[in-house]
């Protein structure tokens, strides 16, 4: 099978062309001896299949970051049939310095005009035929986003794949001319592949090619002897880059013209950016989106104006759509009416099982499958339509180029702490998965900055603890009759964020400290996402989400149920003696560990489950739910599950039975979105961190998730502790001051010259 690599700028819209292309065919793995992701599918309407490979988002083939490596490794070494470069028709200039250095290689080639339906909507023109002469290889204009240009772009591409193509550079009237054909020559001679993209990496000083070619480098500093600038020096590097723009200010921005001959305007995408990324309004206006999409997803009574209008106008009560669309409150939000449809389905399916069983098999296989298989798996499977809803914005937020937007305002704000913006991409990917966003990590230069951003990333909660959240919230709404679920779901997500950037600060202020890399990065114009990228990307989080339900989850509902119904002598317990199981023993005797937090000793008998749910939680969040899914069943409490179209079957008992307080609830919730993450997130860090820093990030964890959960249930509890703690606050901020200028200090004196 003929292969394909997509190459170009982040943000060019790659990856949407990826989808475009491939479909349901796209896979993720990972590269050969690293943890970066890998996306490859097929594309099946030319003559024969043809495998597709996304490479990483990059601006250059210098092996700055590992997406530079690995994309450069792959053209070289792998040597695809085809290099479809991507470039960003709104910012023609920029992306086009890439394409000068992939049109070095020795590989067939096509350009992909993208997003000229942007340009065409600007008013703005680019001749396609115009670019296709001056680079010399294939120009097709398209815009992946509505689908247009993408079968001829496959055509073209097919058609130039057949035939061989040497590469040209854009350097051949440049001062450093003769010093690249003498090393193409040379290299040429050896038999190197793609001689000439090496030579011009070896006049760039590249350390990858000095590496590899010593002897031709010794041209390079034979004619850098004799070589001078009064703008660069011997600076090689600077004069190939300043050669490069030059050549695409000169030749390549002549197929650009824009409406009416203008020359500078602004777009509707800067114009929303006065706005958006405000100094002052910009972390309002974010916050307030975030509230919105929680309001979306998580609000019982997302029309909270129904008691304010006529009555019965949109009153649910004693319709048959109480409890799966509202209540007599008001309308619920479309991830609670999602939610509440799937809890219909899995209660009928669990009442089918529970009745065809009754009589029919024995008690402990009754109670193994309805309430320790389904009862766990539905407990779980029931938060997945809310997952999914809150993944779908965050998606549409990131696909738009908002996030990208939200990364600019924080850097703005906190790079007098230490941190860039850059570090915050990461960490805002952590909303999705903890995995990818700490693979992400690795674009930061900084070490320190990458071990800091690394440790806070299972902040950002992620889906997996979604159900944590939204069942201990609906819960407390339940039960002591208090607030909205998404007001307590959102405040949490803020909890998470605010801990996140506190530590972080702290660490850079005192162990992590180092210097704060320039952030550059491009903001992408603002446009709709395209919707058959955005299903894609929920069918991956749904195949991911049940493929741990029915794996991981399932063997773990089975362990705690068997761990719940049998004494140390392996004596079947019933459900009203739960108290002398394996599990109830485990579970009281690390019960004191988590008295500071709420939710220990104090809650006397019962209380170990909460204890018990939260360590199971270490193994993969859900468990989380899953544990009180399985547990709530032998508590013994009178509860009609089909009368709580809320979504919070289990956390409702579990909160009857112990006694449980709200701050406690909270400080619960706390614990588990800061404490270690699951173990595939653990062992992401593992790969990605050295074996001390390692060892330190968990002792982190734990340390930051008891501190958050003890602060939160004590001033919960009684609020005047609050003053203790703040007190505590500024003697830690006095004393790292202190500390800092001590070692300044003490740096300054090292360092100074000996007289």
């Keep these: 099978m003929i292969k394909f690599a997509l190459a170009g700028n982040p943000n060019c819209g790659k990856t949407t062309l990826f989808n475009a292309l491939t479909g349901a065919t796209a896979h993720v793995g990972n590269w050969p001896g690293v943890t970066v992701d890998k996306r490859e599918g097929v594309y099946k309407k030319c003559a024969e299949p043809i495998a597709v490979l996304d490479l990483p988002g990059i601006y250059s083939l210098s092996p700055y970051t590992p997406e530079e490596v690995i994309a450069r490794n792959y053209i070289l070494d792998e040597k695809p049939d085809l290099i479809v470069n991507i470039v960003d028709a709104t910012n023609l200039e920029r992306n086009l310095y890439l394409t000068t250095q992939l049109m070095e290689i020795d590989v067939p080639m096509v350009v992909a005009l993208n997003m000229m339906d942007a340009v065409e909507k600007n008013g703005d023109k680019i001749d396609a035929k115009t670019l296709e002469d001056k680079l010399a290889v294939p120009v097709v204009a398209i815009s992946a986003l509505k689908g247009t240009g ?19 550079s854009v350097l051949g009237s440049s001062a450093l001319s003769k010093p690249i054909s003498d090393l193409t020559a040379a290299l040429a001679k050896k038999q190197v592949d793609s001689p000439l993209f090496h030579a011009v990496k070896l006049v760039e000083n590249d350390e990858i090619e000095i590496k590899n070619h010593p002897e031709e480098y010794k041209l390079v500093r034979e004619y850098k002897s004799g070589f001078s600038d009064d703008v660069f020096g011997d600076d090689f590097e600077a004069i190939v880059a300043d050669e490069r723009y030059k050549y695409i200010t000169k030749h390549f921005a002549q197929a650009f013209v824009r409406k009416d001959g203008e020359k500078v305007r602004l777009t509707k995408s800067d114009k929303a950016d006065k706005v958006l990324t405000h100094r002052i309004w910009g972390i309002p206006i974010f916050l307030a989106i975030m509230f919105v999409v929680f309001h979306l997803t998580f609000s019982e009574n997302f029309l909270f104006l129904a008691k304010a209008l006529p009555e019965g106008w949109v009153s649910l009560e004693g319709t048959w759509a109480e409890g799966l669309f509202g209540s007599a409150d008001g309308i619920a939000s479309p991830g609670v009416i999602l939610a509440n449809l799937l809890n219909l389905i899995t209660g009928s399916i669990s009442g089918a099982v529970s009745g065809a069983m009754q009589g029919a098999a024995a008690e402990w296989a009754t109670g193994l499958v309805c309430d320790g298989i389904l009862g766990g798996l539905f407990a779980v499977l029931s938060f997945l339509p809310q997952i999914l809803v809150l993944f779908m914005f965050f998606s549409i937020l990131e696909d738009s180029g908002y996030m990208a937007r939200v990364a600019f305002i924080l850097d703005r704000i906190f790079r007098k702490f230490g941190l860039s913006g850059r570090a915050f991409m990461p960490m805002i990917m952590g909303f999705g998965c903890s995995i990818p966003a700490m693979i992400n990590t690795r674009t930061l230069a900084d070490e320190k900055e990458r071990t800091a951003t690394v440790r806070v990333i299972p902040f950002f909660s992620c889906g997996a603890k979604l159900p944590i959240l939204t069942a201990i919230a609906g819960g407390i709404v339940q039960f002591f009759h208090v607030s909205n679920a998404d007001a307590i779901t959102y405040a949490m997500y803020i ?23 320039p952030f550059i990065m491009e903001l992408p114009s603002y446009h709709a996402p395209q919707a058959k990228a955005l299903f894609i990307h929920l069918w991956d989080k749904l195949k991911h989400f049940v493929k741990k339900a029915f794996t991981i989850i399932l063997v773990s509902t089975i362990l705690i149920w068997f761990l719940s119904h049998f004494s140390f002598g392996w004596n079947f317990l019933p459900d009203e003696q739960m108290e002398s199981s394996i599990l109830a023993g485990l579970g009281k005797l690390v019960q004191p560990l988590f008295t500071p937090l709420g939710f ?8 170990w489950v909460f204890v018990v749910a939260a360590i199971t939680g270490l193994i993969a969040k859900e468990n989380v739910i899953a544990t009180f899914g399985v547990l709530a069943a032998c508590l013994g409490f009178a509860y009609d599950g089909d009368a709580d179209p809320n979504g919070v079957l289990a956390a409702t008992i579990m909160i009857q039975a112990t006694g449980i307080t709200i701050p406690a609830l909270i400080s619960f919730i706390a614990f588990n979105m800061t404490t270690i993450p699951c173990f595939a997130a653990v062992a992401t860090a593992k790969a990605e961190l050295d074996k001390r820093s390692f060892k330190w990030t968990l002792v982190f964890w734990l340390v930051t998730s008891y501190t958050v959960g003890t602060i939160i249930y004590l001033v919960g509890s009684w609020w005047w502790t609050v003053f203790i703690f703040l007190a505590m606050i500024a003697a830690a901020i006095g004393g790292i001051i202190v500390y800092n200028k001590k070692r300044d200090a003490k740096k300054l004196s090292t360092e100074a010259p000996i007289k």
Excluded: F
């Design 150 to 168: 993408i079968k001829e772009l496959m055509n073209r591409a097919y058609a130039a794949s057949k035939r061989k193509r040497e590469g040209i």
């Design 495 to 517: 909890v998470g964020i605010v801990t996140a950037i506190v530590t972080v600060i702290l660490m850079r202020s005192t162990t992590m400290r180092g210097e704060t890399p």
């Design 600 to 607: 220990g000793s104090q809650l006397g008998a019962t209380g």
